[in-house]
Antibody, heavy 116, light 107 residues
Framework: EVQLVESGGGLVQPGGSLRLSCAAS????????VNWVRQAPGKGLEWVSH????????YYADSVKGRFTISRDNAKNSLYLQMNSLRAEDTAVYYC?????????WGRGTLVTVSS | DIQMTQSPSTLSASVGDRVTITCRAS??????LAWYQQKPGKAPNLLIY???SLESGVPSRFSGSGSGTEFTLTISSLQPDDFAAYYC?????????FGQGTKVEIK
């Protein structure tokens, strides 16, 4: 089955760190660009970061630049998001999503809650 | 950054109604626009890409049109399964940006 499965979410204190993972299966992961998109509770969608198929080209939203790091391991069919200096406003469901422009495949998401 | 503005924010409609949602970009994005449907507690689902191309498996009652800065998503005959939130998204440039969403409610 073609799918993306996120993991690693949870409750973290402000200023803390968390590493999200996204496991891909059912397709040739190393041929696709992938992204992180988040959604705060009751709010709309916000694109967070993008990484090219080889991992050489990366983009970030201004809201996370300098705090979040996207990476991938094509040998493990996995995408990662290292989140540091977390803030209350980072509380959201984090989705991984496939493709360069539009997003044709999404995971179910993992909830990150930043609270003391 | 390109701002995407959807209207209306909420839409009340009945089964069988023709529904149109508008999305405006703050600058030209050519045809690099996608539409998604999202149901509560679920991930978004791609409906339309390249402004008017229907994603495989999406019912033909969904259609998209537009170019430049103004786009529309039309549902020709609203079905019970279509009550959900809809988002537009531009991919002309980074950062990718979404509209604020349109919630389609039962009238």
């Amino acid at each position: 089955e073609v799918q993306l499965v996120e993991s690693g979410g949870g409750l973290v204190q402000p200023g803390g760190s968390l590493r999200l993972s996204c496991a891909a299966s059912g397709f040739t992961f190393n041929s696709f660009e992938v992204n992180w998109v988040r959604q705060a509770p009751g709010k709309g969608l916000e694109w967070v970061s993008h990484i090219s198929s080889s991992g050489t080209t990366i983009y970030y939203a201004d809201s996370v630049k300098g705090r979040f790091t996207i990476s991938r391991d094509n040998a493990k069919n996995s995408l990662y998001l290292q989140m540091n200096s977390l803030r209350a406003e980072d509380t959201a469901v984090y989705y991984c999503a496939r493709k360069f422009g539009y997003f044709d495949l999404w995971g179910r998401g993992t909830l990150v809650t930043v609270s003391s | 950054d390109i701002q995407m503005t959807q209207s209306p924010s909420t839409l009340s409609a009945s089964v069988g109604d023709r529904v149109t949602i508008t999305c405006r970009a703050s600058q030209s994005i050519n045809i690099w626009l996608a539409w998604y449907q999202q149901k509560p507690g679920k991930a978004p689902n791609l409906l339309i890409y390249k402004a008017s191309s229907l994603e495989s498996g999406v019912p033909s009652r969904f259609s998209g049109s537009g170019s430049g800065t103004e786009f529309t998503l039309t549902i020709s005959s609203l079905q019970p399964d279509d009550f959900a939130a809809y988002y537009c998204q531009q991919y002309n440039s980074f950062p990718r940006t979404f509209g604020q969403g349109t919630k389609v409610e039962i009238k």
